[in-house]
């Protein structure tokens, strides 16, 4: 298949799978914290330990899926097998992740299973995205391909994070249990039943019109490396122990902004608790204006490269964040998320923009195109951002005398919630900012690479 024979309501569908990717995590994101810390009412050493054990499962399971993936030789390719089989397990465990036995059970035994449905999710989540993003690698190969559908990828991302973020805060009455309504529980199940809907259909179209798979990658299966060698090349590639960095801190900050926004909206921002859709509507004008701000992003990246467009991104993202956190009441606070929104949308579009570029520079180095691999490890590193985030909030609510969740905290909580979401994400970018600066994928080299990758491709189809 030539990147001409790929029409256009192609591209479209398979953009389309990005709602129901978005939903499942963007949920989970947006509503595992708070749900088991002000529902639950797990302490919080316990549910930062939890992410913690969570992240060892990741380091194996990650980029074992990834190398499994790209050794997979089907009738159906290498990575359809795996997007059928994840769709309707991800599904049931969008429900499961509000099921824990707390009416009926210790604290203990609410840990253990809130442990469980952490290697649960991360498990048929990472077989569903890391095949889903490893296509999108092999099947778009030109710039001008990966710019097209990055920015209609970039649109429906938007779609999945207002349904991730509206629909809940419209369903459940009171997010962070301040007056510990009995249905609480049952509006965030409603919630998982909903997102299990949207999995199934997005999926199910995306897999049905939308997923294709490159004849001349399949015969890559049968001379992938070793799964230790695999990594060692994946970890051998200059751009891409820059580029891990720059995607750790795009994730941090992506993480921690709907993991403290609920509490950051109630206690900073004063919406009462009979005012919560107020929360979605927040996070739904960051959410537009970064939609808005694809065809911008996308112009920049096709003239100055993924490189320059992220170190633009994380500056006026990391400025944006400091200028938030110091919001004091809700219009203030929906001024600044405009800002907010605009390095959002950036960091959606960069980001796999570069991670194509490295697949595509390590199939030059040793003829393989790897995409699995290296969706998988930098899978395994991007989930250390919730390991981290959750650190820094058991640190910060720790040291503010907030262990334990009671509504109406004190001046120095507030304090921490203002760092938590904008301090320390500025911190965290501009770490990531320097490490874009030194992405050697950029130039005579870029075009270097694309002309020798272009003879390899040409030489594949012949055989």
């Known amino acids: 298949m030539t990147e001409e024979k790929i029409p256009l309501l192609t591209k479209i569908i398979f953009s389309f799978g990005e709602i129901g990717d978005g939903v499942a995590y963007q949920t989970f994101t947006f509503l595992i914290f708070t749900f088991y810390f002000t529902v639950v009412k797990l302490p919080i050493l316990w549910i930062s330990g939890g992410f913690i054990i969570w992240s060892l499962w990741n380091s194996i399971n990650d980029p074992l899926i990834g190398f499994l993936s790209d050794k997979t030789h089907t009738r159906w390719g290498r990575r359809y097998p795996w997007l059928v089989g994840a769709t309707l397990p991800l599904a049931l465990v969008m429900i499961l992740l509000w099921l824990p036995p707390m009416q009926i059970s210790s604290k203990e035994i609410n840990f253990i299973y809130f442990l469980l449905i952490l290697f649960l999710f991360d498990t048929v989540y990472t077989a569903f995205n890391l095949n889903y993003n490893a296509l999108w690698a092999e099947l778009f190969i030109t710039t001008k391909a990966r710019s097209e559908v990055g920015q209609m990828r970039g649109i429906f991302v938007i779609i999945a994070l207002v349904l991730a ?77 820059f580029f891990v960095v720059a995607a750790l801190a795009t994730w941090i900050c992506n993480g921690i902004l709907p993991t403290v926004i ?72 929906f001024i600044t998320m405009a800002f907010v929104g605009f390095g959002l949308g950036g960091s959606i579009y960069f980001y796999d923009q570069c991670i194509a570029e490295i697949i595509d520079d390590d199939e030059v180095r040793h003829g393989g195109r790897r995409a699995g691999g290296y969706y998988g490890t930098i899978s395994f590193i991007i989930r250390l951002s919730g390991v981290i985030n959750f650190f820094m909030i058991g640190l910060v609510f720790s040291g503010t005398e907030w262990s334990t969740y009671t509504p109406n905290p004190g001046v120095d909580v507030l304090l921490g919630l203002r760092f938590l979401i904008g301090v320390y994400p500025a911190i965290v970018l501009m770490i990531g900012l320097i490490c874009l600066y030194f992405y050697p994928i950029h130039g005579k080299y870029l075009e270097e690479m694309k002309q020798a990758l272009k003879l390899i491709h040409e030489k594949k189809r012949l055989t």
């Open 165 to 241: 973020f509206i629909l809940p805060t419209i369903i459940i009455e009171d997010i962070t249990n301040q007056y510990a309504y009995s249905y609480t529980q049952s509006q965030y199940i409603i919630v998982g039943f909903i997102a299990a809907f949207v999995i199934v259909i997005s999926y199910s179209i995306f897999l049905k019109w939308g997923a294709r798979e490159r004849s001349e990658f399949l015969k890559d299966s049968k001379t992938m490396p070793s799964y230790f060698k695999s990594l060692k090349f994946t970890f051998q590639n200059k751009a891409f122990r």
């Open 262 to 333: 609920p509490l950051f909206a109630t206690y900073i921002l004063g919406i009462a608790e009979t005012d919560s859709i107020l929360i979605g509507v927040l996070l739904l004008i960051g959410f537009l204006v970064g939609g808005f701000s694809l065809p911008l992003w996308t112009k920049l990246r096709q003239i100055r490269g993924a490189r320059t467009t992220g170190i633009i991104v994380f500056g006026c993202w990391a400025i944006a964040l400091l200028v938030f956190c110091f919001s004091f009441d809700l219009i203030s606070g």
